[in-house]
C-alpha cells in the first residue's frame, strides 16, 4: 500500500472517514494538521496567529514531504491543494480521494467554524468562497470523488472499495 491522500474542504469528513478508512485497510491514520502542529509545539490557530497563511502553508508543505510515500492514510487540510507542489507530491506518492460536500452540509459539521482560522467572520460565506476558490484544484488533484452527506461508516466503505479496485 502506498499513501491514501483525502482532500476537500472544511467538514467534508476527512478526519472522520479517516480512521475508519485506515481500519479497514490495516493502516496507520494520520491527521496533516495534527502532524503539523506536534512539529510546531502549537495548535493551528496560534500556527496561523504567528505566522499567518504563508507560514503555515511552509510548515503544511514540510509536514507533506514527512509524510509521503507511507503506507498511511493521511487527512490533509482543506487548503493543501492551493500549492502546485504539493499537488506533485500527493499525485507522485499515492491516490488521492476528494470529498466533497455542498457548502449547506459543510456550514451544519463546522457550526461557528471555531478553531478554524480560514473561516473566521461569516462561516457559509467563507465556505462558499473557499470552495469556489479550491474546486478546480480539488479536482486536479484528485484520483477519484466521494459525495460526503451520507454516513462517514458508507462513506469510508467506498473509498476502501475503490482503493482496493486500483491496486
Known sequence: ????????????????VGPRIGEALGADFVDL????????????????????????RIRERAALE???????????????????????????HGSVAW???PVRVLAERVGDGGGRPMLAGDTRARLTALQ????KAYEAASDQR???????GEIAREVVKWWRSTL
Open 146 to 152: 466521494f459525495d460526503t452527506e451520507g454516513s462517514p
Open 1 to 16: 500500500m502506498s499513501t491514501l491522500w483525502l482532500i476537500g474542504m472544511m467538514g467534508t469528513g476527512k478526519s472522520t
Open 66 to 92: 514527512t509524510v509521503a510515500g507511507s503506507s498511511i492514510v493521511v487527512a490533509c487540510g482543506a487548503g493543501v491543494v492551493e500549492d502546485p507542489a504539493n499537488i506533485e507530491t500527493l499525485r507522485a
Open 33 to 56: 494538521d495534527q502532524v503539523i502542529a506536534l512539529a510546531a509545539g502549537a495548535d493551528i490557530t496560534r500556527i496561523f496567529d504567528d505566522e499567518g497563511e504563508e507560514g503555515f
Open 132 to 135: 469556489r476558490r479550491r474546486r
Open 99 to 101: 470529498l466533497n460536500a
